[in-house]
């Protein structure tokens, strides 16, 4: 396939699993519900970063590392299912009532780029998908790491479009969103979901 074809290729591949409902997903939606459109967007490009330090470990030989080491992929396996369960638990047992203050939004907004990152960067199956996923679309002959950085860059290019959509989509209904019960509703309901991703991490196998 010529240069283009393998970045249209790319593209659509990339479209089609950013779609795919996943945990990035419900973070996004959940915050844009619960803490506005703000801190979703912060979410959102805390993840779109812990995307992107992905792809600079994959394209300098760390992805490939955690691709081959039983143990480097376990640690980091247990360390982000622990982490999503922490969450998740929190969320479960500590939902919120209410949004914070307008004026105060500055820390909350800090924490939530930090959890979507952290969300992404401690997943090891963002770095194995991108070890065995990106390969296939670069062309033989061409810089390694030019075009890792190039097809990574197209794959959050595509989750930042997806997350404005998702928060755009939550403004119409943004009055009944806001509401107490819903609020905690939300929280409990993006909880169990992250014990349950956490719960597959902890379980998945290569």
């Known amino acids: 396939m010529t240069v283009a074809d393998n970045l249209l290729a790319f593209t659509l591949a990339a479209t089609l699993l950013t779609l795919t409902p996943g945990l990035d997903t419900a973070l996004v939606l959940r915050t844009a519900t619960v803490e506005g459109k703000r801190q979703a967007l912060r979410a959102a490009l805390g993840i779109n970063a812990g995307c992107l330090l992905w792809g600079a470990a994959v394209a300098f030989g760390l992805g490939a590392l955690i691709a081959v080491s039983e143990l480097a992929f376990n640690l980091l396996k247990y360390c982000g299912a622990a982490y999503l369960a922490w969450l998740g638990v929190h969320m479960l047992l500590r939902p ?12 909350p907004g800090a924490n939530w780029f930090l959890k979507g990152m952290l969300g992404n960067v401690l997943n090891p199956k963002v770095g194995i998908f991108y070890v065995s996923f990106l390969p296939q679309f670069i062309p033989q002959g061409q810089p390694l790491v030019a075009w890792t ?6 794959h ?7 997350s404005l959509l998702l928060i755009g989509a939550t403004r119409s209904l943004s009055g009944v969103l806001r509401r ?6 939300m929280d409990r309901t993006t909880g169990m979901i992250f014990v349950l991703f956490a719960a597959r991490l902890a379980l998945s196998r290569r």
């Open 156 to 162: 959050v290019m595509l989750g930042l479009i997806w």
């Open 180 to 185: 107490e019960k819903v609020i905690q509703w």
């Open 96 to 107: 919120r009532r209410t949004f914070a203050p307008a004026g105060t939004d500055a820390k």
């Open 149 to 154: 950085f190039a097809l990574v860059s197209i």
